[in-house]
């Protein structure tokens, strides 16, 4: 079972994105074309533990010579110590301008590997094997590629895109339910900019309690990455159009960084920076009805106690975020569901409302 989307980009890029539960064989007939006799991968240390025979099986009928760097668990591994350690491995085990490079695992494998694919020898050809929700439905798409800096999150990398994307859903079965969770917010959140019968979609799943089994889950994660896919296309270095995947990001970004990126996952803190986008949507004369997010607050199990800081600290910190120019804070609001706008605020008064309205939900 395996479909498929192309994905061009404006530089003329054309990859493939696979989906399907198992797809050894589309993986294995996809690496014929490399004439190299090794690859790199760098893989996850949670996949390479439980998953290896399913992607060493595709691999090694076409590859004399499997490299593998295994990436420590968790966000820490985005780091230029780490970075350094895979360009250092990937060099001397002998790279080559077209040894493609294999990561496996979530988006901070991915986001590290592309990062290393990008810059190792100018570039070497990348696959995509994501093995989180979030991965296959948000950071597996689009070449943002990067490792974090001790100033802020993803603030060194590139714009590198793959030579094709395979996401497996087989991988999802070993996926723990928080993590479900985490990349279930990107999921909803194409539901609320794009296409919003994916909320009703989740919820059927979501009764169905059928996390752990990715097939059923495989149409809603290919809808997920084709709204991607074609918000991308439009805007490959994120001049405009790619702002509305952020919606809900602005708020998120301060609530992770009020956890030390360590008490809130990503994706809880988008899980509620959509319901203060949604409220500040609504200061602002749009009617939507939170029950849209709200429906899925039990599987968050969520509280802001730890967020320290009052509503009004909290619109500071969004003005002076890194990203931020002139401190002046844009917000993706929207002015129905499925109608994502860019709003540069002037007044701050109705975010501070919406900070304090979403703090309320989760304390
Ligand atoms: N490049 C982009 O466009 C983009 C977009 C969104 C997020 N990101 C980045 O993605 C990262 C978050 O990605 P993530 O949520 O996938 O986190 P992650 O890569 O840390 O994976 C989450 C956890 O799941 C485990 N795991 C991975 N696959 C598994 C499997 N099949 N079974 C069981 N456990 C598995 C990992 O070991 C890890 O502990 C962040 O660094 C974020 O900045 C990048």
New binding site residues.
């Given amino acids: 079972m395996s479909d498929s989307i192309s994905v061009q980009t404006s530089t003329e890029d054309i990859y493939e994105l696979h989906f399907g539960y198992d797809l050894s064989a589309e993986l294995e007939e996809f690496v014929q074309h490399y004439g190299s006799a090794k690859a790199f991968l760098m893989v996850?240390?949670?996949?390479l533990k439980?998953?290896r025979t399913h992607f060493e099986k595709a691999l090694k009928s076409h590859f004399n010579e499997l490299h593998i760097f295994e990436v420590p668990?968790?966000?820490q591994?985005?780091n230029i110590e780490i970075y350094k350690q895979a360009v250092d491995f990937v060099l001397s085990e002998g790279a080559e301008r077209g040894t493609p490079l294999i990561a496996i695992?979530?988006?901070?494998?991915?986001?590290l590997s592309?990062f290393v694919a990008a810059t190792v020898l100018r570039g070497l050809p990348l696959i995509h094997i994501?093995?989180?929700?979030?991965?296959m439905v948000?950071?597996?798409?689009?070449?943002?590629?990067?490792i974090?800096h001790h100033t802020g999150?993803?603030l060194v990398?590139s714009f590198y895109q793959p030579a094709a994307v395979f996401a497996d859903v087989k991988?999802?079965?070993?996926?723990?339910e928080k993590?479900w969770v985490?990349?279930l917010s990107?999921v909803l959140k194409y539901g609320m900019i794009h296409s919003p019968e994916i909320l009703e979609q989740v919820n059927t799943l979501i009764k169905e309690n059928t996390f752990v089994d990715g097939k059923s889950w495989l149409p809603l994660i290919q809808q997920s990455a084709k709204i991607k896919v074609e918000i991308v296309a439009e805007d490959v270095l994120e001049a405009g159009k790619r702002a509305f995947l952020n919606f809900g990001h602005t708020f998120a970004h301060v609530i992770e960084k009020q956890g030390d990126y360590k008490l809130y996952?990503?994706?809880e803190a988008v899980y509620a920076g959509m319901i203060a986008a949604v409220h500040a949507s609504n200061s602002l004369g749009a009617n939507i009805d939170l029950s849209n997010l709200m429906q899925f607050k039990p599987l968050y199990k969520l509280n802001l106690n730890e967020v320290k800081a009052s509503p009004e600290e909290l619109v500071y910190l969004m003005k002076t975020d890194k990203k931020v120019k002139d401190e002046q804070i844009q917000l993706i609001l929207l002015k129905e569901l499925s109608s994502p706008y860019v709003y540069k605020v002037s007044d701050t008064a109705f975010v501070q409302r919406a900070w304090e309205h979403t703090l309320n939900i989760f304390t």
Avoid at 105 to 111: K, N
Avoid at 130 to 135: Q, V
Avoid at 138 to 146: E, V
Avoid at 171 to 176: A, D, I, R
């Fill in positions: 996850d240390a949670f996949v439980h998953h668990r968790g966000e591994a985005k695992g979530g988006g901070v494998t991915g986001d592309g994501p093995t989180t929700l979030l991965a948000d950071s597996s798409i689009g070449g943002k590629t990067g974090n999150k993803n990398g991988y999802l079965e070993t996926l723990p993590e985490n990349g990107e996952s990503h994706g």
